[in-house]
């Protein structure tokens, strides 16, 4: 865990010392997190305080980055915009970026299906564009699944599938034996499961928490037409995203059954109680389970 307590007073202070003009506004803790503990500031910003991560890296890609990505996505996404630096204090990094409104899709729901799907093929559209020769690339996701079978296979033993597991392995052999992708690397957000994007009045209205982005194959990102979406929009989605060829949904539906495994996971993990577990998360995880098996 982090060595020093991050709470309200801290954030303000650290607010006094590197920003004192944004010092005055309020700051209220936002739930959720692992890595980084997010807390709003005013009405139009957060403060994203590093936590479990190891590493400054995360923080410091979407420092680098977003403001460059951001004014070309069609949907807001958290912005840079004032750098905390480490303190005696607090030794970490953090950053103060433009607040996402809306609820997260794990504590929310999509109601106005085609129009969700619509919405993220577009965003993906624009967001899957070549990445330059200096953009980050991620060790444990971006290549072929067949470089992540090692991951599947813990997921698969270790949830519990009352039968399934048969199904899921077909899925996921069906993928790790798709072709390789072909075109250039592209920029892939890398993370995109209920946590990471939000909804307002039905359907998704804003993308967050870059910290994996990175330059690969677009399948990882193209996995969310089942782990977001509502079931039979999969199709509609892939139609609207219009780039994706039947390798490539291959490759993104088995990814879509090892993302769902994790959800289910954490949710056993959360039930159990055991640290960083989500026990909501294992419904969300099993329903998009369900929608991947099926293919829509």
Request: glycine letters at 10%.
């Amino acid at each position: 865990m982090s060595d020093t307590e991050i709470t309200a007073d801290l954030v303000r202070d650290l607010l006094r010392e590197q920003h004192p003009d944004l010092a005055g506004l309020a700051i209220r803790e936002v739930a959720g997190g692992w890595g980084n503990q997010m807390w709003r500031l005013g009405d139009e910003l957060a403060v994203r305080m590093q936590r479990m991560d190891p590493t400054p890296e995360l923080q410091l890609k979407e420092r680098r980055w977003l403001p460059l990505l951001a004014p070309r996505l069609p949907l807001p996404v958290p912005v840079p915009v004032r750098f905390g630096e480490p303190t005696e204090r607090f030794p970490k990094h953090w950053t103060v970026m433009t607040w996402v409104p809306g609820e997260p899709l794990d504590h929310g729901s999509i109601i106005h299906g085609d129009h969700a799907a619509d919405t993220l093929a577009a965003f993906l559209r624009a967001l899957h564009v070549e990445a330059p020769a200096e953009a980050p690339i991620a060790a444990d996701r971006g290549g072929h699944p067949r470089d992540c079978t090692d991951g599947f296979e813990n997921f698969l033993q270790a949830v519990t599938l009352d039968g399934i597991s048969a199904d899921v392995r077909a899925v996921w052999d069906d993928a790790v034996g798709a072709q390789d992708w072909k075109g250039p690397r592209v920029w892939v957000h890398g993370d995109l499961h209920p946590a990471n994007v939000v909804v307002s009045d039905g359907t998704l209205s804003g993308i967050v928490d870059f910290g994996d982005m990175f330059a690969g194959d677009p399948a990882w990102d193209l996995a969310a037409a089942w782990v977001l979406l509502p079931a039979g929009t999969a199709s509609r989605f892939f139609d609207m995203y219009a780039y994706a060829d039947e390798e490539t949904i291959r490759r993104a539906r088995g990814l879509a059954a090892m993302k769902s495994l994790f959800l289910m996971l954490m949710g056993q993990n959360g039930d159990r109680g055991l640290p960083g577990g989500k026990p909501h998360w294992g419904p969300v995880g099993r329903a998009a389970l369900d929608r991947v098996l099926k293919g829509v």
